[in-house]
């Protein structure tokens, strides 16, 4: 528990934050300047957003001059480097991160105060970068902070969408989806750089021929080519000594393909063809943990992984030529899930078509570079392709695949498991069938040199569910890195009423090394410290209830139970299973008035994939059964559920630190991870959670004492699946149970019109409950009420909170780069003078 650890890391000084010598005069100086000079506006007729613009272009001046010495020193010492190729980096807002990890956050407030310009209004103009969809996404944006704050050579390879995940609007209570539009009028937090574009081939097919000497080769002649224009933007470390780059590449028409259509009187055929390369990246898949399957998605990332892997090989040649034997002592590349696995056969095709290695030197490189992370289990999200599209989009790709398949089969599972085809059918990259597939989980451990899944259950389950036969056939391949956050958004500065306290009480370096808050536990029965800490939460609880207000019209008591369970829409997160006891509770008061609990609210943030019907039909029961609580006034305000819109990173940072309860009650087994559920407990919410990702670690640190623990665990949910599952068992035998099922038949929550929520019901019994909700209702109710209980605990309930905060270094996002880095990265660290 809190004190069970002393670290080395607690007693050394962590190195100061860059000191700029930008004071508030300074600051002012420089955004006026930019008002003018950039913005060409001036101070008595400058927008809110002229004033945010001018405030990024004055911390910009320094984000340019740190780059450009980061990029000379990465240069100068050919430092080897980690590329982590995601197809989602949801970084949300970075104007307040540059300014803070800059360290002039402050000056810069003063500034625009002296301006008369309020820091939190201009704050409140960007619109958030919302390249991604939930938690993989996320971890990518936290990871590349943690990387320049570390000092790490890195750079994060992904896609410039023009629309980022959709916005959320409730119409009549359902969720509809509005494109987003982040960049409508430019982002002054890219660059771009036309000096660095590439081309990427599509389509077309493969001729076989020879060379001078007799050897054979293939030739792709492709039917498309398409430009990849790189945006590059700077990734800020905490005290700024490192400043990395994020580059993501932007679709357009390839010119010299177009001027022969155009040439030969085709100008309005090749608009056409320009608005069609313009599509790749024009918008972000809004499923998070589904595969679509489709030829758009399957060209995104294929032209991500392309122009990346140019730009990787572009840089090294600089500096190494023709010289291959190199390639994997400088590069690493990560692949965030198994979106970028076409990378494999991309590097393959470059080194053995266009730079003519031969075959077995360029898969010992292929192999030694590559190293994927699994980020789910669920079996709808692992991605495969029809052979049928692999061979209209990537021809030469597909026969790559194929005989690195032929070689693997042969010359590795032949060799462990002499004639046992049964084997070789589950372990090929081709899965056979009516339509053949690609597997692409199968290729990224193939054509891998480890496989790390993202919580020590999660890689466990990865090992012995998943990937039984390649954990034997390669041993050491697998293993595990636990998430984590960073503490400079979601603590520092996202809470700072918390923050300074843990400044005042641990000093300042806390925000690189999490584990230094271990020393407040030792405040945790202390009823001063218990009464600034709690005074804190309530303090942004009120200014949550007043965001509620304005975003819902809804009126909470910042003194109820703030019971938050944010993340996207999916049954095995069981967004389902709180809306059952909710109907519980607003039962129970019904029946009896008095019923014997602490006011609560339940807040909801949350987007459901757009076709995904279940996902909507919960979020429409969720506004409807809202509504009639809100206005019941025989419950006197003890319940109140709110579903906020539009949830996103900027809602998640007023969020968590107003979080009492955080609902981490996903079925164990299904949730990889979770990373929401380490912010929350950062800042003080207590878990009612499975144990099922890394909740488990979290109640490890925490002690169970200060979590509240529910429901079947792994192997129970294993057993009960094996011995056969009947949801229907549990709502005979449980009347309550039986009694908020049979409520969603009626018209109760939609008057007039009976039958409308139906579907949940449906799913959860005819539909056989896929995630057990029913099983474990029961002792998530009781969780619920002990959560209750222990609410009414002042103390107790202070002390428990404090200790959340206390124990949750472990879960800094520095921690798991350290782990990567000493695992698979073996990265060097590049001082930057
Ligand atoms: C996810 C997992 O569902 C989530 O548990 C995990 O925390 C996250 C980052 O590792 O990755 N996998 C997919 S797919 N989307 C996720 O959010």
Redesign the pocket.
């Known amino acids: 528990m809190a004190t069970k650890k002393t670290t080395a890391s607690a007693k050394k000084k962590a190195a100061p934050a860059a000191s700029f010598s930008l004071n508030t005069t300074d600051f002012k100086e420089s955004i006026l300047k930019h008002l003018h000079s950039t913005l060409g506006t001036d101070e008595n007729k400058a927008s809110n957003r002229a004033w945010a613009e001018a405030t990024a272009a004055a911390a910009n001046d320094f984000v340019y001059e740190r780059l450009r010495q980061t990029q000379k020193a990465h240069f100068e010492a050919d430092t080897r480097a980690v590329h982590y190729l995601s197809a989602e980096f949801l970084m949300g807002r970075l104007l307040s991160n540059n300014l803070h990890n800059l360290g002039v956050f402050d000056a810069a407030a003063d500034a625009l105060k002296d301006l008369g310009q309020d820091i939190s209004v201009i704050l409140d103009e960007e619109p958030d970068m919302a390249l991604g969809?939930?938690?993989?996404g996320r971890?990518a944006a936290c990871f590349i902070d943690s990387l320049a704050t570390l000092n790490y050579p890195a750079i994060g390879y992904g896609i410039h969408y023009e629309h980022g995940l959709f916005r959320q609007e409730f119409r009549d209570n359902r969720q509809i989806e509005r494109p987003d539009e982040w960049r409508e009028y430019g982002s002054p937090f890219e660059i771009c750089r036309p000096e660095s574009v590439q081309q990427v081939p599509l389509f077309g097919y493969v001729e076989t021929v020879f060379d001078e000497t007799g050897n054979m080769k293939k030739k792709w002649h492709p039917g498309r080519v398409i430009k990849g224009i790189p945006w590059d933007v700077p990734i800020v470390g905490y005290g700024a000594e490192t400043v990395n780059i994020l580059r993501l590449w932007e679709s357009r028409a390839s010119d010299f393909f177009n001027w022969d259509v155009f040439n030969a009187g085709g100008y309005i055929d090749s608009q056409a063809e320009n608005a069609e390369a313009e599509a790749v990246s024009k918008v972000l898949y809004p499923n998070?943990?589904t595969e679509a399957g489709k030829q758009l998605r399957l060209i995104q990332q294929y032209f991500f992984c392309a122009c990346s892997l140019k730009d990787i090989i572009r840089r090294y040649s600089r500096a190494h030529g023709n010289d291959w034997s190199k390639f994997s002592t400088q590069n690493v590349m990560q692949l965030n899930?198994t979106h970028p696995a076409v990378a494999i056969p991309e590097l393959m095709r470059l080194l053995v078509d266009e730079h003519d290695l031969n075959w077995d030197d360029a898969w010992t490189i292929c192999r030694e570079s590559f190293a994927y992370t699994n980020?789910?289990l669920l079996p709808e999200?692992l991605e495969k392709w029809d052979v049928s599209l692999f061979e209209r989009v990537l021809p030469r790709h597909l026969e790559i695949i194929y005989e690195i398949n032929r070689r693997f089969l042969e010359d590795e599972v032949e060799v462990k498991w002499p004639g046992n085809d049964e084997i070789k059918a589950k372990l090929s990259i081709i899965e056979e069938g009516d339509s053949r597939k690609v597997r692409m989980g199968h290729l990224s451990v193939v054509g891998s040199f480890k496989v790390n899944g993202?919580a020590q259950i999660h890689s466990e389950l990865v090992k012995k569910d998943l990937f039984p036969e390649y954990d034997a056939l390669f041993p050491g391949k697998f293993t595990n890195v636990t998430?984590g956050i960073t503490p400079r958004r979601w603590l520092k500065a996202c809470n700072p009423r918390l923050s300074a306290l843990l400044t005042e009480k641990v000093g300042e370096n806390w925000p690189r090394d999490l584990e230094l808050l271990r020393d407040i536990a030792k405040y945790a029965d202390d009823p001063a410290f218990q009464k600034e800490y709690m005074d804190i939460k309530l303090a942004n609880k009120v200014d949550m209830a007043a965001t509620i207000l304005e975003l819902t019209g809804v009126e909470v008591d910042p003194t109820a139970i703030f019971d938050i369970q944010i993340k996207r829409l999916h049954e095995y997160k069981r967004q389902q299973m709180n809306l059952l006891h909710i109907l519980a509770l607003y039962r129970r008061l019904l029946e009896n008035p008095d019923y014997d609990m602490n006011p609560r609210v339940v807040i909801f943030g949350s987007k459901a994939a757009p076709g995904y019907k279940l996902a909507k039909d919960i979020i429409y029961a969720l506004n409807c059964i809202a509504e009639k609580v809100n206005s019941d006034a025989r419950i006197k305000g003890k319940l109140k559920v709110v579903f906020l819109p539009n949830y996103r990173v900027t809602i998640a940072e007023k969020l968590i630190p107003a979080a009492d309860l955080s609902q981490q009650i996903s079925l164990a087994g299904y949730?990889?991870?979770?990373?929401g559920n380490m912010k929350l407990a950062l800042n003080g919410a207590l878990t009612v959670g499975t144990l099922d990702?890394a909740n488990i670690e979290i109640a490890e640190e925490a002690g169970e004492e200060n979590v509240c623990i529910f429901g079947m665990n792994v192997d129970e949910v294993q057993a009960l699946q094996a011995q056969g599952y009947n949801p229907w068992d549990y709502y005979y035998s449980n009347p309550e149970l039986k009694a908020v099922l049979d409520w969603l038949d009626t018209d109760y929550f939609t008057p007039g019109k009976p039958g409308e929520l139906s579907s949940i019901k449906r799913s959860l019994l005819d539909g056989g409950d896929p995630y057990m909700a029913l099983a474990d209702f029961q002792s998530y109710s009781d969780a619920q009420k002990d959560a209750d209980s222990r609410y009414s605990d002042k103390a107790g309930w202070a002390r428990a909170m404090i200790i959340n905060t206390a124990t949750m270094g472990k879960f800094n996002s520095d921690r798991s780069m350290e782990d990567y880095v000493r695992d698979i990265w073996k990265l060097t660290k590049c001082p930057v003078k």
């Open positions: 969809n939930g938690g993989l971890l998070d943990e899930d980020h789910t999200a993202v998430n949730e990889a991870s979770g990373t990702g």
